[in-house]
């Protein structure tokens, strides 16, 4: 025979479902019940996770690869500053010192292949964004966007560290600069979703993904710059390579959670029957003579 539930539990379930018909009953608590669905739904975890791995087999190699064929400084300064280690480390003694020919011969395939097989990670961005949204995913007629998006994304990680120069302002330098890296990523953001939805969405609501995708990406630096150096030296000092592999994935996780995060959290607010959520859903009117 089933044992019927002790007073105690229909009491505590009881208050669980008082509890949840109030949290409904508030605009508030609806954008939060609607958030958690969102996240539920989404898989949070899951998606992070691959975008994080995505970035890394794909963003990265791209930053790697421009660093190396064109020598500009700040692709360099990207990875050191926002990875937490210097891509030199990776490169010791007789791969350090590669023909220019062998380096031209992997310029033509090499750099393609990189590219080509780097539209995983805007793959993977476009299926978070359709989970999120309910938006067709697209096919091969669109690999273009795919393409542009990984190529935004890669060439915004240089922007924003070209923004580290207004810190030697003096007195305004380090909000300057603040400004600045939430001004690229705000930029980027907003345009990524735009291609990888194909115009669905308003413009409020790109708009508004971007700028909390840009806040929360620019926090996570900020942290980054003091701790992840850090981090990542006493990982390959007591791992080697392995370490590093860990330690940026692990890091790029927290940052796809913000990115997969803030998508979740804009769609809960669009969502909702408040004039925040009823001003994002709708396109601004057009305007003409």
Do not use: C
């Not at 009491?11 to 996240?39: D, K, N």
């Not at 064929?69 to 700040?74: A, D, T, V």
């Amino acid at each position: 025979m089933k044992s019927r539930p002790s007073a105690a539990r229909r009491v505590s379930a009881a208050r669980a479902r008082a509890a949840i018909r109030w949290l409904r009953a508030t605009p508030a608590g609806r954008t939060a019940w609607r958030l958690g669905e969102t996240l539920v739904e989404i898989e949070l975890v899951d998606r992070a996770l691959a975008l994080a791995a995505q970035i890394f087999t794909s963003v990265l190699p791209v930053i790697i690869a421009a660093s190396a064929f064109s020598g500009w400084q700040p692709t360099t300064d990207t990875i050191r500053d926002q990875f937490g280690f210097d891509p030199a480390v990776l490169h010791a003694g007789d791969a350090a010192t590669s023909s220019d020919r062998s380096l031209t011969a992997f310029g033509v395939v090499g750099l393609l292949m990189i590219i080509l097989s780097g539209t995983s990670f805007a793959r993977a961005l476009g299926r978070v964004y359709g989970a999120v949204w309910r938006v067709p995913s697209m096919g091969p007629r669109d690999a273009w966007r795919w393409l542009t998006a990984l190529l935004a994304v890669a060439l915004s990680t240089a922007l924003v560290e070209q923004t580290r120069d207004l810190t030697r302002i003096r007195v305004a330098g380090q909000p300057l600069a603040l400004l600045g890296e939430i001004a690229v990523w705000t930029l980027v953001w907003a345009f990524a979703p735009f291609l990888l939805t194909k115009g669905a969405l308003t413009g409020r609501v790109l708009w508004t993904t971007g700028v909390l995708t840009a806040v929360g990406l620019t926090a996570v630096h900020v942290v980054a710059r003091l701790v992840l150096p850090r981090i990542t030296a006493q990982a390959q000092r007591h791992f080697g390579p392995w370490g590093l592999a860990f330690t940026s994935v692990s890091w790029l996780f927290v940052m796809s959670v913000v990115i997969v995060g803030a998508a979740a959290i804009v769609k809960a607010v669009a969502s909702d029957d408040t004039a925040v959520g009823h001003y994002l859903r709708h396109r601004a009117p057009a305007t003409g003579a």
